[in-house]
């Protein structure tokens, strides 16, 4: 790996792999009685969130401790920085007692790659605006290569409000340098400016319609319709979104007996997911998503702090 992650750029399908094996390993931990390993021990690593998370930072704080790092988790709320403070000074205030890592949410795209060029330890980047969200991407693959095996040649669909997910740009890149082939699909109004663009030159298809898609699935993503981050009318009422892109009861039925549905949460039960597909036993992996969470970040954690040290 490189000395951040702070896109999926950053890792290769080598790379990727190597993540998912060290990762397989963490997972074992979870089944244990106690879940520690000594990997960090002695490290310091701060959560610093500057937009409200509970997987996120739930996922790297549980990663970071099982790991015997010292995490201490630090909000815009509770920080400088609802006084003022600059990011840049409080970066590197809290860089300057010490710490090993910085795992960093922020509200503006491109916010952890200029966090990157002020400090000199390493940075994660745990959601950056609209940009990207590589932690939760590598989950999400890792979770389907667990279920599929590889997903070189597999048809994921990705589904939903596409314009403000920086999971939706993580995850695509992803998919395809692990050989998937892509759909994303969305209502016009929530298909990102330029997509057409992107598409043609990385070699996904974009759709408008969800029906004719869902057949021929290997695995469907669904995406949170972010309504906070909306300051328009992208679609007409919740019902009308529903009934176009919505994973209904009956749009279960398009689907493949075992094709594991994901969403990486949290989820709008009756809006873009029905009950019926969030818990259903033979094809959703949410939970399997939030497992696979803290497994991929503490493997993220351990190959970007610990170095060459056996775990």
């Known amino acids: 790996m490189t000395r951040h992650l702070l896109s999926i750029d950053d890792v290769d399908a080598a790379a990727m792999a190597e993540i998912f094996d060290t990762a397989a390993e963490m997972h074992d931990v979870q089944?244990?009685?106690?879940?520690?390993?000594?990997?960090l021990r002695g490290r310091t690593v701060i959560n610093l969130f500057f937009e409200d998370s509970t997987?996120?930072?739930?996922?790297?704080?549980?990663?970071?401790k099982w790991l015997s790092a010292d995490v201490i988790n630090l909000s815009a709320k509770g920080s400088s920085a609802s006084k003022g403070e600059s990011l840049r000074d409080t970066v590197l205030t809290v860089t300057a007692m010490g710490v090993d890592g910085l795992v960093v949410r922020h509200g503006a795209s491109g916010a952890a790659h200029q966090i990157s060029q002020w400090v000199d330890v390493p940075v994660i980047n745990a959601?950056?605006?609209?940009?990207?969200?590589?932690?939760?991407?590598l989950l999400d693959t890792y979770t389907l290569t667990r279920r599929l095996g590889s997903l070189e040649g597999k048809h994921v669909a990705i589904v939903g409000d596409l314009t403000h997910s920086r999971v939706f740009r993580s995850n695509?890149?992803?998919?395809?340098?692990?050989?998937?082939?892509?759909?994303?699909?969305?209502?016009p109004t929530l298909m990102p400016a330029g997509i057409d663009d992107w598409a043609k030159a990385a070699g996904f298809a974009t759709s408008y319609e969800l029906d004719p898609v869902l057949p021929s699935a290997d695995a469907v993503m669904m995406l949170r319709v972010q309504r906070e981050r909306m300051s328009g009318g992208y679609f007409p009422t919740a019902r009308e979104?529903?009934?176009?892109?919505?994973?209904?009861?009956e749009r279960l039925g398009l689907l493949g007996a075992d094709t594991p549905i994901l969403h990486p949460g949290p989820m709008n039960r009756g809006l873009e997911i029905s009950a019926d597909a969030a818990d259903s036993v033979d094809r959703s992996v949410v939970l399997d998503q939030v497992s696979a969470g803290v497994a991929v970040r503490m493997s993220v954690l351990y190959h970007l702090l610990a170095g060459e040290e056996t775990p």
């Not at 089944?31 to 990997?39: M, N, T």
């Not at 997987?55 to 970071?64: K, L, M, N, W, Y």
């Not at 050989?179 to 209502?187: C, D, E, H, L, Q």
């Open 241 to 249: 979104y529903t009934v176009g892109y919505g994973l209904t009861r």
């Open 55 to 64: 997987r996120t930072r739930s996922s790297f704080e549980i990663a970071g």
């Open 172 to 187: 695509v890149k992803a998919l395809l340098e692990l050989g998937a082939s892509v759909t994303a699909v969305a209502p």
């Open 127 to 137: 959601g950056d605006g609209m940009h990207e969200h590589p932690t939760q991407a």
């Open 31 to 39: 089944r244990r009685a106690v879940k520690k390993l000594p990997a």
